[in-house]
């Protein structure tokens, strides 16, 4: 028996498109047994009447299973509880807030929607724990699945060695660490590639460091891929991470990565990375200067790197999640595990 399964999503704002690619990839690989169709909002995530506009029309498009895929949390509030599950993401949202904002966020985006769904999934084991942190849910509702990595990142060849050393660093938020990976590479004879929109500090970052930069945003998937293959390596150093997938998306690439040694981007990389303090801007300093000197550790990382990737791969990924559709259905239905 086909499950009928609708993808509640976001309307993305501008150059946020992320989520939306996650389960575009998830959608594409689903097993038969499971038929998904997506539900946008309507409605930009801002401002109290447009988010319960949204809320209240996500009422029509119930069906046997009701997966709201992240960010949009409030979508739970008025679909039937047996059949809603609530993919969380991270926490950041709460935890850089503070007072009477921080416990709005917290209710309105963590403690009702937990009451308003039969089960959660999280994107990692150290997403989950944050969760658990926030708010009191029994830990066996929550399922980890991991973001699923696009089957569109395929092995391209390393360049020949000539010119500078290529580096790139997804991202620009505070939590991608830009301005101490800029200390930390100063002066270095290397090109760093940076996606995403510089601040005005970062900006002055950049021209304090002497590095040769390049910056580019606002870039189609297939422009990522291609700055993914025009590199030598990733540089993922974040202080913090609902996941970390560019690490994976670079290990499908078959390019080096030097990634944070905390949770859950060690867990992410597993052997096939260096790991660093990104605390520490000698330690990252250090790891740039070996990566880039070692050809053998290169080629080492690379094939450890196509390894890891195939734990992420979308039909594995699907897989989980029609598996866990049908558990819901069958709770809702009253029918045995």
């Not at 028996?1 to 989520?19: C, D, K, N, Q, Y």
């Not at 800029?182 to 940076?194: G, H, V």
């Not at 891929?225 to 560019?246: C, H, K, N, T």
């Amino acid at each position: 028996m086909t499950i009928e399964v609708a993808h509640f999503t976001r309307r993305p704002a501008p150059g946020g498109f992320s989520l939306e690619r996650v389960f575009r990839d998830v959608r594409t690989a689903m097993p038969d047994r499971v038929r998904v169709v997506e539900r946008q909002n309507r409605f930009l995530s801002q401002g109290i009447l447009p988010r319960l506009r949204d809320a209240w029309a996500a009422r029509r498009y119930a069906t046997d299973v009701n997966h709201i895929t992240g960010d949009v949390h409030y979508l739970t509030f008025f679909l039937p509880r047996a059949r809603t599950l609530l993919t969380v993401h991270d926490t950041v949202l709460v935890e850089r807030e503070a007072g009477l904002k921080r416990w709005l966020l917290w209710f309105f985006w963590f403690r009702l929607p937990a009451a308003c769904c039969a089960r959660m999934t999280a994107i990692s084991e150290e997403s989950k724990q944050r969760v658990l942190s926030l708010i009191r849910i029994d830990p066996d509702r929550i399922d980890v699945i991991p973001d699923p990595v696009s089957p569109d990142f395929q092995p391209v060849p390393a360049r020949k060695a000539q010119g500078k050393f290529r580096l790139l660093h997804i991202g620009t938020k505070p939590n991608k660490n830009l301005e101490r990976v800029l200390e930390a590479l100063s002066r270095l004879d290397i090109e760093l590639t940076i996606i995403g929109k510089l601040t005005d500090r970062q900006s002055q970052a950049v021209d304090r460091s002497g590095l040769a930069v390049r910056t580019l945003s606002h870039l189609s998937d297939a422009d990522i891929r291609g700055e993914y293959a025009r590199a030598d390596a990733l540089i993922f150093v974040s202080l913090d991470e609902g996941f970390g997938l560019p690490i994976v998306e670079a290990n499908a690439t078959g390019r080096p990565v030097i990634t944070s040694a905390r949770a859950p981007m060690d867990a992410i990389a597993g052997d096939a990375a260096v790991l660093v303090d990104p605390t520490d801007p000698q330690a990252i300093r250090e790891a740039v200067t070996r990566l880039s000197g070692d050809a053998d550790l290169r080629g080492k990382l690379v094939e450890r790197g196509y390894g890891n990737a195939r734990r992420f791969r979308a039909d594995a990924v699907a897989a989980q999640y029609a598996d866990l559709y049908q558990r819901i259905a069958d709770e809702a239905e009253g029918r045995p595990k």
